[in-house]
């Protein structure tokens, strides 16, 4: 059973299953739910799964959540990874250093490590509204990679309208692309005048608004959302870290049992989540190593214990999905170690004060499984050449996570660095990283320059960007994505009705 990160308002369930936390993602209070217990993982788990596959594992591991979905559903939607670049090892794990492996997160149709969650996520939610004949709205808001990997698995999905929102310049060209050529008719992109701030803040105001709520009741609509304050996208955000552990069995690399690092470039907080709730199963992580870019709001809170963003304004940088300074998820690593009512105390401080202080005995609790970090994106650059020139070709958000690797290893222990996406997202900034450059490249110049400097070869499917048209070319204030909304769901409706 699923439970709520601010307490409860007397109006919402005391508990939920898995089902309905997915279909309804926003908690008492505007808080997210939580699973009530966790399983556990022994030593006797790893020693099975290392003779498993990804897919076994996963089907394992929500079998051990008791979710309320029948067997044959997670089945078919787990067989999705069957579509990914290696069916046996969707998350390949690459060394890359003697002590340093990477866990390739990125190797599914979009090309970046949300496919991992929201490609079976996707097929579960679209399925539980054909079982209840209910319609649902899907709201995504995106830095660059939950925007395309929500609209591919949602695409002419039956019962479903998706609408996603991203920054306008805020996301490289191909993930920008990866979007507004989307043609599904059932969903809807629109860029906002704004940063992802913005676009989560709206996407959030919107869960909590009963007006919109009522608006969309009248059309027999219901609202749920695919970012990661939705559980249905973390549970399988957990299982990557755990098979990661289990690859370096496999490999060789480790004995059963014994501690790793995991690095982790982190921006909404989702995937350090996953790690953090592995750990608590039982997976024998030593520290989660958070790596941040110039907006550096997680460094400063595992360091120091201050959530402050009076005098913070979000900076544009080359890792563009860690641009973030409201990371959603760290409410609920907050609910787990101090409870519902400091959490909701923390998160009303947030929005009223905008900062919030943890004390000296949470902050001591909080370091015991994240330890924190932050680079440039010249660190970024030299990382992405130095590591090219050794044959391995990191993105920018990858690059960062060397920080983590160099300056917060405090034992020698086999590390995991999460790779979140593929470089061909953001070809210019490698081009002037490769180069050592400044040059202002496009990214289908850039994408061209790699493909024959390197000898690399690009997926068809980013090539295939460049020729297609653009669909969704609407940009907006926040203030009228609402009135977007009801437009495309009236047209949607006329286009069901005939």
């Not at 008492?28 to 799964?49: I, M, R």
């Not at 973030?324 to 519902?340: C, M, P, Q, T, Y």
Request: glycine share 4%.
């Amino acid at each position: 059973m699923f439970i709520e990160t601010r307490g409860n308002d007397g109006i919402k369930p005391q508990k939920v299953p898995f089902s309905y936390a997915i279909l309804h993602p926003s908690a008492s209070f505007g808080g997210l739910y939580v699973p009530e217990t966790l399983p556990k993982l022994d030593a006797h788990f790893f020693e099975n799964a290392a003779k498993k596959s990804y897919k076994e594992i996963t089907l394992d591991i929500l079998n051990l959540f008791q979710i309320d979905i029948e067997k044959e559903v997670m089945q078919k939607a787990v067989a999705l990874y069957d579509a990914f670049d290696d069916a046996h090892e969707p998350t390949p794990l690459v060394q890359i250093e003697d002590d340093l492996f990477v866990n390739e997160l990125y190797h599914g149709p979009t090309r970046a490590f949300k496919d991992m969650a929201l490609q079976p996520f996707g097929y579960i939610l679209s399925h539980l509204a054909q079982k209840l004949n209910e319609k649902y709205l899907i709201l995504a808001a995106t830095s660059g990679d939950t925007g395309p990997a929500t609209l591919d698995t949602f695409a002419n999905k039956p019962n479903i309208n998706v609408v996603c929102l991203y920054p306008d310049g805020g996301t490289s060209d191909v993930q920008r692309l990866q979007m507004t050529t989307q043609t599904s008719t059932n969903v809807k992109v629109l860029g906002i005048h704004g940063n992802f701030d913005d676009a989560q803040s709206a996407l959030k105001t919107l869960l909590a608004s009963s007006t919109f709520k009522e608006a969309l009741e009248a059309k027999e609509i219901k609202l749920s959302a695919a970012n990661s304050v939705n559980f249905g996208r973390i549970i399988f955000q957990i299982i990557y870290h755990i098979y990661a552990y289990i690859a370096l069995l496999k490999q060789e690399k480790i004995k059963n049992g014994h501690p790793f690092y995991t690095i982790i470039p982190s921006g909404n907080f989702g995937n350090a989540l996953g790690a953090y709730y592995a750990k608590k199963m039982g997976l024998p992580i030593e520290k989660i190593l958070i790596a941040s870019n110039i907006n550096n709001i997680l460094t400063d809170l595992i360091t120091t214990g201050v959530y402050d963003l009076r005098h913070r304004h979000l900076l544009q940088t080359t890792s563009p999905a860690m641009d973030i300074l409201i990371s959603s998820n760290v409410e609920r690593v907050l609910f787990d170690k101090f409870g519902a009512s400091r959490t909701k105390a923390c998160m009303e401080a947030l929005k009223e004060e905008k900062i919030y202080t943890l004390n000296a005995d949470e902050l001591a609790l909080l370091r015991e499984d994240f330890e924190a970090v932050y680079c440039d994106d010249s660190f970024g650059k030299e990382q992405i050449h130095h590591y090219a020139n050794k044959g391995y070709i990191m993105d920018p958000h990858t690059a960062t996570c060397l920080k983590a690797y160099q300056a917060l290893k405090a034992k020698p222990l086999p590390c995991v660095l999460c790779s979140t996406a593929e470089w061909t997202k953001f070809a210019p900034t490698m081009m002037n990283a490769l180069n050592q450059d400044t040059k202002k490249y496009s990214d289908k110049e850039a994408l061209v320059g790699i493909e024959h400097s390197l000898h690399v070869k690009i997926p068809a499917s980013i090539h295939a960007l460049f020729n297609q048209p653009v669909i969704h070319d609407k940009v907006v204030h926040k203030e009228a994505i609402e009135a977007e909304i009801f437009e495309f769901l009236n047209l949607t409706c006329k286009k069901e009705c005939k």
